[in-house]
């Protein structure tokens, strides 16, 4: 069964970015469709970037467009998905997971959730 690891979280003041990694172990994700998802501190996990396997394809919660980029490298040994994550704000300061198999904007969709990346935007 494919484990996912989320890493590259932190604190950063508004305006800042970051960069999240996903990568996979225990089998291959290069031919499956990946999603971010966060979860803000009290509320509902939700949708934030999906990219389908070849990458080609793309969608981004309205709240990150312009602002975040998802992409992938299926040519590493570790197969890694990113979240690139431009001109933060507070409101994004959330726990971010990825996730596999579908681009799905309900976290439903989605089982076996890994432990997520914490990330915090200062004002």
């Known amino acids: 069964q494919v484990q996912l690891t989320e890493s590259g979280g932190g604190l950063v003041q508004t305006g800042g970015s970051l960069r999240l990694s996903c990568s996979a172990s225990g089998g291959a994700i290069r031919y499956i469709s990946m999603v971010w998802f966060r979860q803000p501190p009290g509320q509902a996990r939700e949708f934030v970037a999906a990219i389908g396997w070849d990458g080609k394809y793309t969608d981004y919660a309205d709240s990150v467009k312009g602002r975040f980029t998802i992409s992938r490298d299926n040519a590493k040994i570790q197969e890694t998905v990113y979240l690139q994550m431009n001109d933060l704000k507070p409101e994004d300061t959330a726990v971010y997971y990825c996730?596999?198999?579908?681009?799905?904007?309900?976290?439903?969709?989605?089982?076996?959730w890994g432990q997520g990346t914490q990330v915090t935007v200062s004002s």
């Open positions: 996730n596999l198999g579908s681009v799905a904007h309900d976290p439903r969709a989605y089982a076996n």
